[in-house]
Structures are given as structure tokens and as C-alpha cells.
């Protein structure tokens, strides 16, 4: 996300959208390039209230509560200071006989 939303698309001027800027730079200078912000503003506090409603923090998780803290137990025992995207299979290689 952060690369892709931040890398210069190349120049076009047959373009309808613009062009050679990153689309970061077009959403927050929109009106330099005859946009307009079409969003609409949220209430945080709402949604956070829909989610209790619906089911709280487990409707985002991936695992059961029971079976992340398992993962965590047997993580902790890893003895490796920081999940890395370079060391995550290698952790994961670890992990999984011990799950």
C-alpha cells in the first residue's frame, strides 16, 4: 500500500486522471488537480460502538483467542526479539512442531 500509493505514475497528458504525481499527492493537494475530497467524515466512537454490538475485537481476529495466545506462548520460547518479513518463514519453521 504505502509503495504503491506513493510512487510517481509516469506523465501522460491524454490522461483523464493526473499524472506524474504519486496518487498520495493527488488525494491530499486534490484541489491543485481539479478534484474534490468526496469523503465523509466518521464518527470513531460509532464504529468502535457497531463492533460491540456485533462482536467486538473477534470479528477482526484470524485465530481464536485460545489458539493465539498458544502462538504466543510458543513464540515467546523462540527466543527472537522482533518477526521480521526476512525471518518469518524461518520462525514459522520453528513454531509449527511445537503447535
Same mark, same amino acid.
Given at each position: 500500500m504505502d509503495r504503491i500509493?506513493?510512487?510517481k !505514475?509516469?506523465?501522460d497528458q491524454f490522461k483523464m486522471n493526473p499524472s506524474g504525481v504519486s496518487p498520495? *499527492?493527488?488525494? /491530499? &493537494?486534490? %484541489?491543485? =488537480?481539479? +478534484? %474534490?475530497?468526496c469523503l465523509q467524515? !466518521?464518527? !470513531?466512537? *460509532? $464504529?468502535?460502538g457497531l463492533m460491540e454490538d456485533i462482536g +467486538?475485537?473477534? &470479528? $477482526? %481476529? =484470524? *485465530? /481464536?483467542?485460545?489458539?493465539? %495466545?498458544r502462538a504466543q506462548s510458543v513464540f515467546? /520460547? &523462540?527466543n527472537i526479539t522482533k518477526l521480521r518479513f526476512d525471518n518469518v518463514w524461518l520462525v514459522y519453521s520453528a513454531m509449527l512442531p511445537r503447535m
Amino acid at each position: 500500500m504505502d509503495r504503491i500509493n506513493n510512487h510517481k !505514475v509516469r506523465s501522460d497528458q491524454f490522461k483523464m486522471n493526473p499524472s506524474g504525481v504519486s496518487p498520495n *499527492v493527488c488525494y /491530499t &493537494l486534490c %484541489q491543485k =488537480f481539479n +478534484g %474534490q475530497n468526496c469523503l465523509q467524515k !466518521v464518527d !470513531v466512537a *460509532v $464504529i468502535h460502538g457497531l463492533m460491540e454490538d456485533i462482536g +467486538g475485537e473477534e &470479528l $477482526i %481476529q =484470524f *485465530v /481464536t483467542p485460545e489458539y493465539a %495466545q498458544r502462538a504466543q506462548s510458543v513464540f515467546d /520460547t &523462540l527466543n527472537i526479539t522482533k518477526l521480521r518479513f526476512d525471518n518469518v518463514w524461518l520462525v514459522y519453521s520453528a513454531m509449527l512442531p511445537r503447535m
